[in-house]
């Protein structure tokens, strides 16, 4: 299971750190990602993180604003977003794949958590 939070209401330029814990299997044995979904836009991917945590890839939105990392050791995943923007509202999920190392596709990712709100004011 996934279970994403952090979320909330935030300035344009503010930041929030959302988290997402892990439960029932070896986390360090998934690729883990973010996805984002704005009202009446497909899911888009945001941020994902290799087993080890040693790989990061981002979307070109996000890139320098956000940051992935993950602690194996504590099964959870981690998304700091800085320098927020309004078109950063969306709802916020986490995902997770046992097959891949690290992935930037939602059809990759076998588990999902629900998603957690991000409201960006201007």
């Known amino acids: 299971q996934l279970q994403a939070s952090g979320g909330g209401l935030v300035q344009a330029g503010g930041s929030l750190r959302l988290s997402c814990a892990a439960s029932?299997?070896?986390?360090?044995?998934?690729?883990v990602g973010w996805f984002r979904q704005a009202p009446e836009k497909e899911r888009e991917f945001v941020a994902a993180v290799s087993r080890s945590g040693g790989s990061t890839v981002y979307a070109d939105s996000v890139k320098g604003r956000f940051t992935i990392s993950r602690d194996n050791a504590k099964n959870s995943l981690y998304l700091q977003m800085n320098s927020l923007k309004p078109e950063d509202t969306a709802v916020y999920y986490c995902?997770?794949?046992?097959?891949?190392?690290?992935?930037?596709?939602?059809?990759?990712?076998?588990?999902w958590g629900p998603g957690t709100l991000v409201t960006v004011s201007s």
């Open positions: 029932g299997r070896t986390f360090s044995g998934y690729a």
């Open positions: 995902a997770a794949d046992p097959h891949l190392n690290i992935a930037t596709r939602p059809r990759q990712y076998d588990y």
